[in-house]
């Protein structure tokens, strides 16, 4: 982990510092990672600190090895700095975390925590609309059907938006796991979609650098997913399209096109 | 502020470590103040750190002075440690705090929150039972008739209670202000309600204590309301009996009995 | 305090997220303010949270009235981010901020410490060089003449930095404060030293906008030194240049050449 | 590390709330663990919240596998409550755990500062007088001669304190590793040493409780030095007698006694 949050040239720590292509320039009102070890359960570290002065983080990241995990840093929308608004939000396998915002949340914040699963309910330990937007896809499905669950939660919160006079109220770059697989989405209702990166198969990488010793470390099956590329090598990175949906596993990954689900009615 | 929150021989500090008379020895999860000042809304300092090592209050209780204010050492019973979740908690003019706890508050607490008036539902910030209360009192008409707003909530909980088979819900001494007056309740579903006591009537202690410097100083209003005696001075205390309502206000206070109201129908 | 730290256009909160001039960007690693209330002791409050995300700090400067306050964004330079390393740094009737850093810290560290007068080395909290320069400046002399106090702390730096092979140790802009008169030096030992300013007189500027409220209600007395104008006003605010002294006080304020006093021998 | 941080009956978790044996009552001044894992650095993971309401260490504890860890958790004795100040302290392959204080800590401070090693000076991060007892035995050789050096630097406070009028200033039962063995040492000036405990061999423990699943679990080579038993099991503990020097490592332990030597001449 230490490789990919401290030590890339514009690493996640750099990007608490200042992101380049996002309208928050600070990313300093906490951060989290979530890591896949050896037990069933995922393990999730949150700090309210911003990310770059976290010691503990320098450490967990130098110790912890895993095959899979999701970081993240934040800039809060409105809700309180604390860490269970920090992502990433966990539910048994899932860790989720989201990088955007529910535009008009105030106004559609009811209606949505309405329609979390009564058995989920009690769950939900903050504030953000980004927990809420978790809750709803375990809601609709994540466990059984990924990307439609994720897709009906879209079209739910785009159906009360519209309800309640919000028109585009979904801005999300997001990623959730279940330790298998990494599923990650851009999506915005409006024009404008949070950008999302993925680096190039592993492979194809070290043969553009052979000279480079790092990326000479890295597994066939190598793959990062980022808000921001973590450096600037020419051929490292790719831009997934907005709407749609990318799908890492073992073996090849997927991409495919992600549209929101109204409800039924 | 100083005065009470630290000097005192058994001070909130005091209580924070070593609580006598409640089930929670320590309460050292967050601690809180509300006072009223010279600006219409009160004031508020909350923080998670436990209150005897939080060097910021020991700066706040010397320099602050204030006729009317709530202090609060919380013992989290389920709820995370987070600023959000310590008392007071505040709206307009309102401060409220609370000692005790809904029983079974996980089974209940979806059907509490959707009892909250859609248009105070945005303000609840945390996650505890107590602060849930406070909105439902709010709901209930706190504004306009305070002691029969706080009845209908209590008697709301309790329904909620009976129907969802929690036959016992509320343990509850709360305090809660509008800058003029102080309501005091002591009141719990079953047969043990927390413990809640008044300072006496500051002329009749000075009568008993004419020697003591500290009591000449109190004016003929100075009123302390608490969970547990901050001294043990004979003829000091006077211990609130169990369902019964405190209006600590310039003039005469006023004892009254509280009794639940529970919803028509 | 209020309408300094929060409302002004480019306010310290604002220049916690950006400033302007300095070579760091955010300021995050904390802050704090000190005032003068009614004690003889000023009160300090002073908290690790970047200052734009504390919501007791939004409390405190509505709540609190003071005739003199320090206030300070911090952007640690190595040192750990915790409240004993936050400004201002107090000792009896003093408060010092500071802006700036010793270069070659851990070089010089020990031997500064070793200067600090032994009755005043316990009460050293933090490891910051900022209130390191404080101890040194108590130890040479603050409580009786402050600005050779600080002339000589300046010196004495700049003598163990050559000693040790730190050319130019020292970029400070300082201020300090004992309730009565503000000092306020802008020096550094090498070519370039932070900004400084203060606002202009408060009847000349009030007489430059005479239909401006805000400017209506300052004292004739009423001035604001800064790093950075808290906003765009032309004729507001005048650069106090380097190598300079500012004594804000009762009556006419003064402005001295500021020079570092190497000790003797 | 879950099994005997959070799982045993009087666990660290338990003893932070309420300690049996010792003068505090509540160690919820923050706590920390130190591991060795797959790097030659040992992890840390430090905080200054209580123990028990920490979420981070749960992970940490459930998630981190180690052969080797020591945990803590602190009551302060008069300095800040910060991460800097909380164990175990770290440097190159030690990390280090103390249990109890140094009398008269003011007043001989500034002396056993100025003792520490000038390398060795500016890697003092914190304020507390443990910290300095692990720079001081690092001064003394701790790197070469463990035991030695733990008795010089005892033998070096001792003499400080002897010599600035304080009789007795040592209380410690403390703990240090170097990733190889965990050196144990329980000592006082004074006429009573704080607790210290060590399970006794894995082999016959097991043998006395043959149906504990638990018990079965441990390796042989499984050991548990502690300030309090984790639990009431009879045969499970053995107390280290006061002036003494446990030595947990690969083979055979050994138990030695322990005797400051103070400084030549």
Redesign the interface.
């Known amino acids: 982990m230490e490789e990919l949050v401290y030590n890339a040239s514009h690493s996640l720590i750099e990007q608490s510092?200042?992101a380049r292509f996002t309208s928050h320039?600070?990313n300093?009102?906490g951060f989290g990672i979530g890591?896949y070890?050896?037990?069933d359960?995922p393990?999730?570290?949150?700090?309210?600190?911003?990310a770059w002065?976290d010691?503990?983080l320098q450490?967990?990241c130098?110790?912890?090895?895993s095959p899979l995990f999701l970081a993240h840093v934040r800039a809060?929308t409105g809700t309180?700095?604390?860490?269970?608004n920090c992502h990433p939000f966990r539910h048994g396998r899932w860790i989720f975390v989201h990088n955007g915002f529910i535009d008009g949340y105030?106004r559609l914040?009811?209606d949505l925590?309405?329609a979390v699963d009564?058995e989920l309910?009690?769950r939900?330990?903050?504030?953000t609309d980004s927990e809420l937007l978790f809750y709803l896809a375990l809601t609709f499905g994540l466990d059984d059907e990924p990307l439609p669950a994720l897709e009906r939660m879209a079209g739910f919160v785009e159906a009360t938006g519209r309800r309640l006079g919000v028109d585009d109220p979904l801005q999300m770059t997001l990623g959730v796991s279940d330790g298998e697989r990494l599923y990650a989405v851009r999506y915005a209702s409006g024009d404008v979609a949070n950008s999302l990166y993925v680096s190039n198969d592993a492979r194809d990488v070290r043969e553009l650098y052979p000279e480079d010793a790092r990326l000479a470390r890295l597994s066939d099956e190598a793959r990062a997913v980022v808000s921001e590329p973590l450096g600037d090598l020419p051929g490292m990175w790719r831009e997934v399209p907005p709407s749609s949906a990318l799908i890492v596993q073992p073996g090849a990954d997927e991409e495919l096109t992600f549209a929101p689900r109204p409800p039924a009615g």
């Open positions: 510092r200042a320039l600070t300093a009102d890591w070890g050896t037990r359960t393990g999730v570290y949150r700090s309210v600190a911003p002065s010691r503990n450490d967990l130098a110790q912890i090895e809060a309180a700095v604390q860490q269970t105030a914040r009811r925590v309405l009564p309910f009690d939900i330990e903050g504030t």
